[in-house]
């Protein structure tokens, strides 16, 4: 496994750009003698393992696709594709998916059921690749879904599982304002686009701090403003971007409607205009009860009592939500700080512990065992 993650590491592909990935994926089953279909739902890769008279038919999916980041690490198996690099451990989830294939094809006699390995690209860019791969039919028959997310910033040999809401729907803004640009010296004559902005930015705290309902969660951050050129000069429009992370559907809608009315609202009562652009992002990703219960109890066959946690929900996105609304499924972390430190996900020195792996491949064989 740390053979192939190396390699994956060292030559990284952006996401929806993949094509020498899928293709490593691919031999390696040929290779083992398992059937593989290919560019599913565009890139993707879906490998069957059979056995005869199978009880069920369980899927293990793992994303492959890199980050447009360029890698500051000094380690042997550094990106050598300027610009890229695999800063979230997408080459991790695929090698030890494909280390565990291997186990699965070395035990084969022991293995009462079909599975369904998932190899899927574009996670980090929306639309991603889930929905693309289900509709061209990743998960027909398949009984139940699980997936592993290795987390850098979790000690290295703790597992850990949620049942319930785990990780935040994602959703983009850029509000445009419209004031009157003039000088700077006369601001009276002018509508200055920054000050309004500057009240939007404000009024949309409320959002979170009065509107939402303690005991939910929500995140409303705006991430960027651009306006004017020039220090003598009131510009006349100004751009905000922002996010919106959310678990409850409702809680979702409420914050878009309330973001849109905020913004025209502030803007008018300061005499300008703002437009407000929402982009839907990935759901909200819930974990079944029962598929997670098949999680908690295949890593206490493994690990120490003490190293199996309970996680609390997180706010990145990921699209794994989209194979649980089509199927009963679970997705789980595992710790994986390196030695020296951690640096978080999406950043330039981004590394894991590869034993982090080993932990997963494993994790994948108990839960198959459940059944």
């Known amino acids: 496994m740390i053979e192939i993650r190396r390699h994956l590491h060292q030559y990284p592909e952006l996401s929806h750009r993949e094509v020498e990935t899928p293709k490593l994926i691919a031999k390696f089953y040929r290779d083992l003698g398992i059937d593989v279909r290919t560019e599913v739902g565009g890139r993707g890769v879906v490998a069957t393992f059979r056995v005869e008279n199978p009880v069920k038919a ?7 696709d890199a980050l447009p980041i360029q890698d500051a690490k000094e380690v042997p198996y550094k990106s ?4 890229v690099s695999h800063a979230c451990g997408h080459d991790g989830h695929t090698a030890a998916l494909l280390g565990f294939a291997k186990s699965l094809v ?4 022991r293995i009462r059921h079909n599975v369904v390995l998932i190899h899927q690209f574009g996670e980090e860019l929306y639309p991603g690749g889930a929905m693309a791969m289900i509709e061209d039919g990743c998960l027909e028959g398949v009984d139940a879904i699980y997936g592993c997310h290795l987390q850098s910033m979790m000690p290295s040999g703790t597992m ?16 445009k304002v419209n004031g009157k640009g003039g000088h700077g010296a006369v601001p ?8 309004v902005a500057s ?8 959002i979170v701090s009065r509107s939402t309902d303690p005991l939910e969660q929500l995140v409303v ?9 020039a220090n003598n000069v009131i510009p006349g429009e100004a751009v905000m971007t922002g996010t919106i ?12 409607e309330k973001l849109a009315n905020i913004a025209s609202g502030v803007a008018d009562a300061l005499g300008a205009r703002a437009e407000a652009n929402l982009e839907s992002g990935y759901d909200a990703l819930w974990n079944h009860k029962a598929e997670t219960a098949v999680v908690k109890n295949a890593m206490e066959v493994i690990f120490d009592e003490g190293n199996v946690l309970e996680t609390p929900p997180v706010m990145p996105g990921e699209d794994f939500s989209y194979y649980t609304q089509k199927v009963p499924g679970s997705i789980f972390f595992a710790g994986a700080c390196p030695k020296g430190g951690p640096y978080p996900h999406h950043h330039a020195k981004f590394d894991f512990d590869e034993k982090a792996m080993l932990s997963t491949a494993k994790t994948f064989m108990a839960i198959l065992h459940q059944y």
């Open 106 to 109: 070395e035990n084969k006699e």
């Open 188 to 195: 009276h004559e002018a509508v200055d686009p920054i000050v």
């Open 58 to 64: 369980i899927a293990f999916r793992a994303d492959f």
């Open 199 to 206: 009240h939007i930015v404000t009024a949309l705290q409320t």
């Open 245 to 256: 992370r959310s678990y409850a559907p409702e809680t979702r809608k409420m914050a878009r």
């Open 160 to 175: 850990y599982y949620r049942e319930g809401y785990i990780q935040a729907a994602v959703d983009t803004f850029e509000i």
């Open 80 to 83: 050598k594709n300027l610009g």
């Open 221 to 229: 951050s705006v991430g960027s403003i651009h306006a004017g050129d």
